[in-house]
């Protein structure tokens, strides 16, 4: 029997206070769900989506920090969006925000002395202001023409003084405007895709267009061929499989490395191709994901798949192509 080692004081005491900051975190963010019951949220959403131009995200410090993050989501699903230093907006940055714009400006306490230029701003030009903010009372709040209310319960902090609680709390809210705007829009896979082309999140969501193979490289034949032919097709092309089509150009089956091993025979070079394909093969959309046909292969124990449109063969995918481009 393996008995675990008991943990020493400062591990113990370090387990506690995370245990704190997660119930003090976790408290916050329930209290979130009230502050958000009073039509803001709506309201709030509803002026970001009729919005001509884009969203102006401010805010200072850690403030501001969240604020970069709520920006950097919006404008990765679809809300054209970018972040404003509000110091730097005091010095000619106050150009980048138009009249058609909409800015949510952060301040847990709303009393940012760094906000006021662009409050001024917007109240100058009629720019429509969504204030974050646990204060009402505050500047922040009576500038904004929509309040998104901070709960007031203190930090996770022990000195009640580093911002803990207050900026989870502001993360969590700008994941609702993301998320919110992104379920208004109809945001989807595929939007998500252009707008993350690199990286793991690029791979995983590439195209089947991205990834086949076109043209000379399909290994492709009518559908009567010899087997003969059907054999130095396969080879040539080096895919592992031969593609059929009718007269009309439409795809009617497949022959794989699979097939040739398991009715190999003497005679097969006198077969006709029609006789030993696989007829009406599993195919997939240039569209679809590739992430998609990767699955598909692996629910079928294929390695090859046909893609068509309108039933005729426009490409082919390997599954080396889509593991050697980080599908999986």
Do not use: W
């Not at 709520?70 to 907006?89: N, W």
């Not at 409050?119 to 100058?124: D, F, H, T, V």
């Not at 690029?202 to 086949?212: A, E, N, W």
């Amino acid at each position: 029997m393996i008995t675990m080692p008991e943990k020493t004081n400062t591990e113990q005491t370090d387990l506690a206070s995370a245990i704190r900051t997660i119930d003090s975190e976790t408290d916050t963010i329930n209290k979130l769900k009230e502050t958000l019951s009073d039509g803001s949220l709506t309201r709030a959403l509803d002026t970001m989506q009729k919005s001509k131009g884009r969203i102006i995200v401010t805010g200072m410090g850690k403030s501001g920090h969240i604020g970069k993050k709520i920006a950097a989501s919006l404008a990765s699903t679809g809300t054209p969006s970018f972040f404003v230093h509000p110091a730097e907006a005091s010095h000619g940055d106050l150009g980048m925000i138009t009249e058609d714009d909409v800015v949510i400006a952060i301040s847990n306490s709303g009393e940012s002395k760094e906000l006021i230029d662009i409050l001024n701003y917007c109240k100058r030009f009629g720019i429509t202001l969504i204030s974050i903010t646990k204060n009402p009372e505050s500047s922040l709040g009576k500038a904004g023409d929509i309040i998104l209310r901070l709960p007031n319960n203190g930090e996770a902090c022990p000195l009640g003084l580093a911002p803990t609680s207050s900026t989870t709390a502001t993360l969590v809210l700008g994941d609702i405007l993301t998320i919110g705007m992104i379920e208004r829009n109809g945001f989807s896979k595929s939007d998500f895709n252009d707008r993350h082309p690199g990286g793991k999140l690029g791979s995983i969501l590439q195209r089947v267009s991205d990834l086949m193979h076109t043209g000379e490289e399909m290994p492709l034949l009518e559908e009567h061929t010899n087997m003969q032919s059907a054999l130095l097709e396969m080879t040539s092309k080096r895919l592992g499989c031969v593609g059929f089509v009718n007269k009309n150009g439409e795809l009617t089956g497949i022959l794989t490395d699979g097939d040739l091993r398991r009715c190999l025979s003497p005679k097969i070079l006198d077969e006709q191709a029609f006789n030993l394909m696989t007829k009406n093969p599993k195919t997939i959309s240039k569209d679809a994901l590739a992430s998609e046909a990767l699955k598909i292969m692996h629910d079928k124990k294929i390695t090859n798949l046909f893609v068509v449109e309108n039933q005729k063969p426009v490409g082919v995918i390997h599954i080396h192509d889509l593991l050697n481009n980080g599908v999986a």
